[in-house]
């Protein structure tokens, strides 16, 4: 009797184990993988393909007649005006003034930005002052205060300068508060525990904990500065890329026009790249 | 040098936080501070190291800090509060560089204090590299190196997970039998008050009152986990703590 269900016991549990090994036999499949994305990666060549592709598209569009003369140049029209222009000397007559505006207008505005910056974000005196000021003069359109810079600053370089400083300032001021807001607390609060300095505190833990703000802050205000520097050349000066541009947009020279804006896309692109070796100096120690 | 603490009270626009806290903390003991979350523990803190004024009461040093004492009341962080620029080595350095120290002496200070906390092959790790337990320790090295009268430590092993609490307690045990320093150490963790402190204060829920003080006489590095004394004693806090827990958590946040 007791045998008998033990027996019967067993071959129930062998039916059910055999059961279970049927049902995964027919059901085992790996989970489902649905992680990933949502994190940028490192596909260097992608953009450089992407340019390439949209080259050789308008030269073939051109070529085949589908794109009118008039609308787009040609590519390879845009290469060999350019150069003939690096051939011609030109090239470094019009690039070497508007470099050196923007370096100086844009160091200028870029460190009083920075320097007026840290102190709205350290004393509320200052921040109470100042930021409806920096509020009031970031929407301007810097290019509509050329005149009264010509006035200021003279007609030639000083106008310049001040027209790319001032529009380098503003976003810059509002990065850096920005970054020295966001510094975290707790660093601060430790400093003060072991008695640091107000100016250590400043200079070794809120500086250096508003660095990244302030860098990708400069990203903005540099690419602006480049804009301000063409509207300004544009309006007055003899060399110079705007200058250059203008002369070409004013004959319809497509051509030269496009040389222009391809030599300003690889300012800007050159800026962004000294940025990005800043960058990776100053910030070594994020992840 | 000794703290005493004399009827503090302490509120935040009118939510009083810690009423009536009086308290001596010996030189050369561990003081813990235990009670439910939210009822002042951080706050009293603030207030014994100068970082926050209290609104009534006041905290008196008797005597004054040894001599050698760069920084007497000296904090040890929850999340630590490293630097994440600076390495191991420049997080120390950090606190010893206002203090006219020249570098020699920085230098001997930060290979006295790394070789204490057993760090001494990470002299130039950034943060980031570290494991949660080996930050802790950067930053109790960090405070070891400015020689505090009197070390303040906000639920310093709370980050962290057990295995490697059990080894940093294991560590500031030996730190102190090594060099009996002052502390005053607030923790939620009962376990911990019972391995480190001299004495345990017990807290209510908030306003944060003395509900009791226990002391531990035994030595600490008598204490082994398991010990039926120290069981206890930890059996006997969590019968206290656990009403207050129990109310203070069914408090409203906004109290
Ligand atoms: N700076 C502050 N301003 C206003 N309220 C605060 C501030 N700091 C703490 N509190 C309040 O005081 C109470 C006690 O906080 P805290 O001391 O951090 O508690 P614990 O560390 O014991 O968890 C909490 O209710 C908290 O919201
Ligand atoms: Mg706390």
Same mark, same amino acid.
């Given at each position: 009797m007791a045998? %008998?269900?033990?027996?019967?016991? !067993?071959a129930a549990e062998a039916r059910a184990a055999e059961a279970t090994a049927a049902a995964t036999k027919d059901t085992r499949r790996p989970v489902r993988f649905r992680g990933g994305g949502f994190v940028p990666q490192s596909r260097r060549w992608i953009g450089l393909a992407v340019f390439i592709i949209l080259l050789l598209a308008t030269e073939a569009g051109t070529r085949s007649g589908f794109i009118s003369n008039l609308t787009l140049p040609r590519p390879s029209d845009v290469l060999a005006t350019f150069v003939e222009l690096f051939q011609s000397g030109l090239l470094w007559k019009h690039l070497l003034p508007s470099v050196s505006r923007l370096i100086v207008g844009a160091l200028l505005g870029a460190t009083v930005g920075i320097g007026v910056g840290i102190m709205i974000g350290l004393f509320s005196l200052v921040r109470a002052g100042l930021v409806p000021l920096v509020a009031a003069i970031f929407p301007i359109p810097k290019i509509a205060l050329l005149p009264l810079f010509v006035i200021w600053f003279g007609i030639d370089e000083g106008s310049k300068y001040a027209l790319i400083a001032f529009g380098t300032f503003t976003p810059t001021v509002v990065a850096t508060y920005g970054a020295v807001d966001n510094v975290d607390r707790t660093l601060i609060r430790m400093g003060q525990s072991f008695s640091l300095t107000w100016f250590s505190i400043v200079r070794k #833990?809120?500086?250096p904990g508003a660095m990244p703000g302030i860098? %990708?802050?400069?990203?903005?205000s540099l690419a602006i500065a480049i804009i301000l520097l063409v509207a300004a050349e544009m309006l007055g000066?003899?060399?110079? #890329?705007g200058a250059y541009i203008l002369e070409a947009g004013a004959l319809y020279d497509l051509e030269r026009l496009f040389v222009?804006?391809? #030599?300003? %896309?690889?300012?800007? #692109?050159?800026? %962004?790249?000294?940025?990005?070796?800043?960058? !990776?100096?100053?910030?070594?120690?994020?992840? | 040098m000794d703290l005493q603490l004399e009827n503090i009270g302490h509120s935040y626009d009118g939510l009083t936080v810690l009423q009536d806290i009086s308290l001596n903390i010996p030189t050369g003991k561990i003081v813990c501070v235990v009670g439910p979350s939210g009822c002042g523990k951080s706050t009293l803190l603030r207030l014994i190291g100068g970082l926050e004024q209290p609104t009534s009461g006041q905290v008196l040093q008797l005597g004054s800090p040894p001599a050698h004492s760069i920084n007497p009341l000296t904090y040890v962080f929850q999340d630590?509060?490293?630097?994440?620029?600076?390495? /191991?080595?420049?997080?120390?350095?950090? /606190?010893?560089?206002?203090?006219h120290l020249n570098a020699s002496d920085i230098k001997t200070i930060i290979d006295d204090v790394l070789a204490r906390t057993k760090l001494s092959d990470f002299r130039v790790a950034l943060p980031r590299q570290l494991s949660g337990?080996?930050?802790?320790?950067v930053a109790i090295a960090r405070a070891l190196a400015v020689n505090p009268? /009197?070390?303040?430590?906000?639920e310093p092993l709370s980050a962290l997970d057990s295995q490697t609490r059990e080894l940093l307690m294991d560590d500031l045990i030996g730190l102190w039998i090594r060099e009996k320093f002052t502390a005053v150490y607030v923790t939620h963790n009962l376990n911990e008050a019972v391995r480190l402190g001299h004495s345990i204060v017990i807290l209510s829920r908030r306003p944060g009152q003395i509900r009791e003080v226990v002391d531990i006489d035994l030595p600490l590095d008598q204490r082994r986990p398991g010990d039926p004394e120290l069981e206890s004693k930890q059996q006997h806090l969590w019968q206290m703590m656990r009403d207050e827990a129990e109310a203070a958590d069914k408090e409203l946040i906004s109290g």
């Open positions: 045998d %008998s269900t033990a027996t019967a016991a !067993k #833990i809120v500086l860098l %990708s802050g400069l990203r903005v000066a003899e060399y110079g #890329i222009g804006v391809t #030599i300003l %896309s690889i300012l800007g #692109i050159c800026v %962004s790249a000294a940025l990005t070796q800043i960058e !990776k100096h100053l910030l070594r120690w994020r992840v | 630590f509060a490293l630097l994440p620029w600076r390495t /191991v080595e420049g997080n120390i350095s950090l /606190v010893l560089e206002d203090h337990g080996m930050k802790q320790r009268a /009197v070390m303040l430590m906000d």
